[in-house]
């Protein structure tokens, strides 16, 4: 059971928008920024969103991330098929003294 | 560029201990705030440990506090964890991880590829 939630699927067509929610509480996203991960199949995990809606260099501007209370959103527009992979939020936990992360959502590009 | 190789990832038996490692270059590694991160077989992230730049700061997550070990030799540029007292729920693979900061925000910019921890008899 992890301590941040995430649906566990989401899809859309290419071209559509999607969302991704990311859930917690006054410990963690309340308090604390929150970061995003892409990973593809079979590949290790890649950085997406740091402090709740900064994008690194490389990643496209179809990414953004938002945090609002104890919850945070990933939008997704303009889906390509490349898009499909698991996604991951994560946040530090001030009373778990720890980062946690939600369980993932693995996104369908139909 | 930031490259985190790990190794050590084995099959062990139950009870058994087991130590990975991760070599780190591309940056200037004591500088920089470490990670261990593992994925079940099929299943989300979970984070395991973070150590401070120079050691003295250790967290662990809940499922491997008391049992797991991370440490660091700076002068090799080297993260090291320690597994003790593993069971089949350890079974997963292990990333190495850097961490990055600005003000109150912390996190993680790079990843390895992992290394594969089997618990089986």
């Known amino acids: 059971q992890s301590v941040l939630t995430q649906p566990p699927s989401a899809s859309g067509t290419p071209g559509q928008s999607v969302t991704i929610s990311c859930s917690g509480s006054?410990?963690?996203?309340?308090?604390?920024?929150v970061s995003w991960y892409l990973q593809l199949p079979g590949t290790a995990p890649k950085l997406l969103i740091y402090?709740?809606?900064q994008r690194p260099s490389g990643v496209p501007d179809r990414f953004s991330g938002s945090r609002s209370g104890t919850s945070a959103s990933l939008v997704i527009s303009g889906l390509q098929s490349e898009d499909e992979a698991d996604y991951h939020c994560?946040?530090?936990?001030?009373?778990?003294?720890?980062?946690?992360f939600g369980g993932g959502t693995r996104l369908t590009v139909l | 560029e930031v490259q985190l190789v790990e190794s050590g990832g084995a099959v062990v038996q139950p009870g058994g201990s087991l130590r990975l490692s991760c070599a780190a270059s591309?940056?200037?590694?004591?500088?920089?705030?470490m990670h261990w991160v593992r994925q079940l077989p099929g299943k989300g992230l979970e984070w395991v440990s973070l150590i401070n730049w120079n050691g003295g700061s250790t967290y662990y997550g809940g499922s491997v506090k008391g049992r797991f070990t991370v440490s660091r030799d700076n002068n090799k540029n080297s993260l090291f964890l320690r597994m003790d007292s593993l069971t089949t729920d350890d079974t997963a693979l292990y990333y190495c991880?850097?961490?990055?900061?600005?003000?109150?925000?912390?996190?993680?910019?790079?990843w390895g590829q992992g290394t594969l921890v089997t618990v089986s008899s």
């Open positions: 402090s709740n809606n």
């Open positions: 591309g940056f200037t590694f004591n500088d920089y705030t």
């Open positions: 991880a850097k961490d990055m900061h600005s003000g109150y925000d912390r996190w993680i910019d790079n």
């Open positions: 994560a946040a530090w936990d001030d009373g778990l003294n720890a980062v946690v």
């Open positions: 006054s410990s963690n996203i309340g308090s604390n920024s």
